[in-house]
């Protein structure tokens, strides 16, 4: 039974055939109709979301199979006191493979103790979010033709940002990456991803201005302030506008920039930079169907 709790649970080389797999997907969808016919697939959402549950459903749909779950912990059993483990245990005798969203970091990992079905974690609070990782490989590799030699700024909220966290997780596998990140002090990079980057002799620095570094840049990862994970509005209202990317600052970057981000955006890009063909982030949420097609196949095929 293989599980998708953290990026690291899949290979490089699994990568790659996922990302091979989703690319043909993209190509020709139609060819991969009936694949999953007769096939269960639970999106189990205890916190909201609508690009990640949707586009399970729709890469499940697009396979011939079905869909079942809830979008929110109040429409479950949760309300009545059930607990994690017991509702997934539950779920898995009505399911043949399980995508969940939880608010609390590392539930995804209790959770498949008792699961005798794959379990995907979909995101869990502001730990890990692999799917969202695997649709941001897809869109770099697609763009750039390669995964490693990169410069990636990561912008915003890097503390309590998890689509951040995997994919830096993930980018450290590859030679020659170099990360810059870029938040205000207040909401920097948790303290054990650094030493990750440390211990492993990844080059990366800090700082608190985009202007100071966009024109350096193969990547820039937009992420949106998370609200929903602040102590206090105060704060949340202080630091939410930090960032505000324009087509003035786009002025300061080189022609092959890509900028993405995780969605949903806020404020930290501004519309009118959507035209600017740099601009990739509606592109990355149309690869986030077929690279979730591709999983749930593997998945499903590593537990026949
Ligand atoms: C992200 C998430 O849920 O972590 N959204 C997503 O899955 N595309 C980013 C966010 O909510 O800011």
């Known amino acids: 039974m293989r599980h998708l709790i953290e990026i690291t649970d899949l290979s490089r080389s ?6 091979d797999l989703a690319d043909d997907m993209r190509a020709r969808p139609r060819d991969y109709g009936d694949t999953q016919k007769g096939r269960i697939l639970a999106t189990l959402f205890f916190e909201p979301s609508t690009r990640t549950r949707l586009s399970f459903e729709s890469a499940m749909l697009t396979m011939g199979g079905s869909v079942l779950g809830f979008s929110s912990a ?4 949760t309300s009545k006191g059930e607990s994690l483990q017991d509702t997934i ?11 969940m969203r ?54 915003g909220d ?22 810059v990140l870029i938040s205000p002090p207040e909401l920097r990079l948790p303290d054990y991803l650094i030493q990750n980057l440390d211990d492993a002799g990844i ?15 193969d990547i820039l990862y937009m992420t949106r302030v998370q609200r929903e994970r602040f102590f206090n509005e105060a704060d949340y209202v202080r ?17 092959d920039l890509r900028v993405m981000h995780p969605l949903p955006r806020v404020n930290e890009i501004s519309p009118r930079v959507d035209d600017d063909p740099r601009a990739i982030y509606f592109d990355q949420v149309r690869n986030g169907r077929y690279v979730r097609m591709a999983l749930i196949t593997k998945l499903l095929e590593a537990s026949v």
């Open 14 to 19: 699994e990568i790659a055939a996922l990302l």
């Open 74 to 77: 109040d429409a479950s059993s």
């Open 89 to 99: 245990r539950t779920v898995a005798c009505y399911s043949d493979i399980i995508a």
């Open 102 to 155: 939880h608010p609390k970091e590392g539930a995804p990992l209790a959770a498949v103790q008792k699961a005798d079905v794959p379990v995907i974690n979909a995101g869990d609070g502001g730990h890990n979010h692999p799917t969202q990782t695997l649709t941001d490989l897809m869109t770099i590799r697609r763009e750039k033709g390669r995964l490693d030699s990169l410069t990636i700024g990561l912008c």
């Open 158 to 179: 890097l503390k309590f940002g998890r689509t951040v966290h995997s994919l830096i997780q993930a980018m450290s596998r590859y030679p020659s990456v170099r990360f």
């Open 203 to 217: 080059p990366w620095e800090s700082h608190e201005r985009m202007e100071d570094v966009i024109g350096s840049l």
């Open 239 to 255: 630091l939410k506008d930090t960032y505000v990317l324009t087509p003035e600052k786009m002025r300061l970057a080189g022609p």
